[in-house]
């Protein structure tokens, strides 16, 4: 028996189309539904947390999910990603090189810092596996009556930067951690600030004026948003149009 979004505690973005907001980082995951396969995108921070993620999914379409977008390298986003067996796993070209045994190691340190439990990041991080799929450009999967755009805009927030296009009306683009709502963007040392701008003016060509973006973190936000933080970064970092 399947259950309705507001019974889930999704918010439903687009007939179709919904996303959580996970505690403590407040960090997005994304469902996009089609007849024949399910995506979601980004898997939360521990293995707990991609479980809940699968259930919920499974709960709000009655299938497994079958396809995992991860948006960039980031513990919150992809830690629990070992929690999805047998789904295809999408990430931006080159993340395979951030999630080797020193990476796996760098993100288990960088998760425990922010508070979570040790022994949990751990058995996540030990988990995990690189994405089977490097997107370099753009990559289109068919979930049966609907398509959707992967897409490499980056770099950016990381080097690393996939955001996920769902035509439709209206249209939807989630964007990672390249658009932040509920605080300040995060420049960590893996961040490319000299191309963080031109990442969003590449997110904005892709969903246009009258699509819902929805950030890594906080509420959907439309294109004003996006484009003025985007001038915001662009002033904090000192890049000129």
């Known amino acids: 028996m399947t259950v309705t979004w507001e019974e889930s505690g999704w918010e439903q973005v687009a007939p179709g189309v919904g996303r959580?907001?996970?505690?403590?980082?407040?960090?997005?995951?994304?469902l996009v539904v089609g007849t024949d396969a399910v995506l979601l995108v980004d898997a939360g921070s521990s293995l707990s947390e991609g479980a809940r993620l699968r259930a919920e999914a499974r709960a709000l379409t009655g299938r497994r999910v079958t396809h995992l977008a991860l948006t960039h390298p980031h513990f919150d986003h992809v830690l629990g990603a070992a929690a999805f067996a047998g789904a295809e796993v999408f990430g931006a070209v080159g993340m395979e090189t951030v999630l080797t045994a020193r990476g796996r190691e760098e993100l288990r340190a960088?998760?425990?810092r922010h508070g979570l439990d040790a022994r949990t990041a751990e058995e996540a991080a030990d988990a995990l596996t690189p994405p089977r799929h490097a997107v370099s450009g753009e990559w289109t999967l068919d979930l049966?009556?609907?398509?959707?755009?992967?897409a490499n805009v980056g770099p950016g927030h990381t080097a690393h930067d996939l955001?996920?296009?769902?035509p439709g009306d209206p249209e939807v683009v989630f964007c990672g951690d390249l658009v932040?709502?509920?605080?300040e963007p995060q420049a960590g040392p893996d961040a490319v600030p000299s191309?963080?701008?031109?990442?969003?003016?590449?997110?904005?060509?892709?969903g246009g004026e009258?699509?819902?973006?929805?950030p890594g973190h906080g509420a959907?936000?439309?294109?004003?948003?996006?484009?003025?933080?985007?001038?915001?970064?662009?002033?904090?970092?000192?890049?000129?149009?």
Request: charged share 25%.
């Open 20 to 30: 959580c907001r996970l505690p403590v980082w407040d960090c997005t995951a994304g």
């Open 163 to 166: 955001t996920v296009l769902v």
């Open 180 to 183: 932040e709502e509920s605080g």
């Open 144 to 150: 049966g009556g609907r398509q959707v755009l992967l």
């Open 210 to 214: 009258d699509a819902r973006y929805v």
């Open 195 to 206: 191309q963080w701008p031109a990442a969003l003016d590449r997110l904005l060509a892709l």
């Open 110 to 112: 960088d998760a425990v």
């Open 220 to 241: 959907v936000v439309d294109a004003a948003f996006v484009r003025a933080q985007r001038e915001v970064l662009a002033g904090r970092f000192g890049v000129s149009d």
